[in-house]
Structures are given as C-alpha cells and as structure tokens.
C-alpha cells in the first residue's frame, strides 16, 4: 500500500510531461523543424524558427477592422513582406518589445516591409492609449470580439502564446517566427531582411 502511495505522484508526474510534450508535438513549425535537418531554425535561445522557401504551408489569408476602424486585408501586403505582432496592453512583453518593434517599422517603411499587430484582448481607447504611450504609428487589428485573425494564423501560432512575430513573405506565407518578446531587435530585422531579398527569385 506504501508503495503505491509512494508511486502516485512519480505517474502524476509522468502523465502531465506526457500532455506537455503532445502540446508541443501540435506545433506545425516546430514539426518541420524535428522532422528534418537544416530547415532553417536559428540557434540561441530556441524561439526563432525560420521556413525555408521549399517548407513553407499556404499563403494566410485574413481581414480585419483596425483600432481605428480601418479595413485590412491580405491581398493588400501582397507582394511584399508583413510582420505580423500578437500582442495586447497589459502584456509585459508586448510593452519591453514596443519600442523595438517601431522602431523596425520606421526604418523599413518604404523598403519593402510594413507591420501589422493584431490585438487579442483589447477594445479600441486601450490600443489607441497604447500606441500613444509608445509612439506606435503601425495599425492594429482588434481581434478580441471574433478571433478571427487568431483563427487564420492558427497553424502558425500555439494558444496563448502572446507575444509572437511572424514575417510574411511577398505571398502571404511564413517565412519566419519569434515566438515571445523579441529581445534581439537585430535577429528580426535581419529575418526581414532576408525575406525581403527573396522577392524576384521565386520565378
């Protein structure tokens, strides 16, 4: 009886690393990176994936009404790249990633790239009040009503994880993704960058 006692936890223990890891299974980019070499994944601290052109899924299709009650859409940022930010106000990451995010947006604006965030939580004045505070001039998508926008990246994007950045390429595909507070501006312009370069080679 003792023993079984003794037992329990360590298969309690057991069981919930299982359902852990067929969590992390779910995730398609985090497959194609296990089920192969080379598919682009960036060393450090294990939350930037990169997709190679040849891996990359279908191209995101998505609309939505922004803070300011404009209507974006895919096919608008076709042709070239997107970088999409989940985020919402209260987030402590989104808030330390702000500034950096801005600050990428300005210096691409007109070479290629433009960003987009997509708020999960938030009602208009707190976005707006947000962008204030940290002079964000890219729009948000206010996605906490349907969900919609969370539904379109879904294969991208694991629950709950705010917040994440994805780069788009010319066809509304993935082509790269931080999962988290991007700490190292320079990884993600450089992922930009990148991505921009492919243009005109897919022919």
Excluded: H
């Excluded at 003792?2 to 309690?12: C, G, H, K, S, W």
């Excluded at 989940?86 to 500034?99: H, I, K, L, T």
């Excluded at 790269?176 to 507070?181: E, F, K, N, S, T």
Aim: net charge negative; with cysteine.
């Amino acid at each position: 009886m003792n023993q079984r006692r003794r037992l329990a936890p360590l298969l309690a223990g057991l069981a919930a690393a299982a359902l852990l890891l067929s969590g992390c299974s779910s995730d398609p980019l985090a497959d194609q990176y296990r089920e192969g070499s080379n598919k682009g994944f960036i060393a450090g601290d294990g939350s930037v994936t990169e997709i190679a052109l040849a891996d990359r899924g279908e191209a995101i299709e998505f609309s939505g009404v922004t803070e300011t009650g404009e209507t974006v859409t895919s096919d608008a940022s076709l042709g070239e790249v997107l970088v999409v930010n989940f985020w919402y106000a209260s987030c402590a990451p989104c808030r330390a990633e702000a500034s950096d995010l801005q600050s990428l947006n300005a210096q691409f604006e007109n070479e290629g790239a433009s960003f987009l965030g997509v708020n999960v939580r938030d009602q208009a004045p707190n976005a707006i009040a947000f962008n204030e505070t940290y002079s964000v001039t890219y729009p948000s998508v206010l996605d906490v009503d349907t969900g919609a926008m969370q539904l379109a990246f879904s294969g991208s994007i694991p629950p709950n994880a705010v917040p994440t950045t994805l780069v788009l390429d010319a066809e509304g595909r993935v082509a790269a993704r931080i999962l988290g507070q991007v700490t190292s501006p320079s990884i993600l312009e450089t992922l930009i960058r990148d991505t921009i370069a492919e243009t005109g080679t897919t022919e």
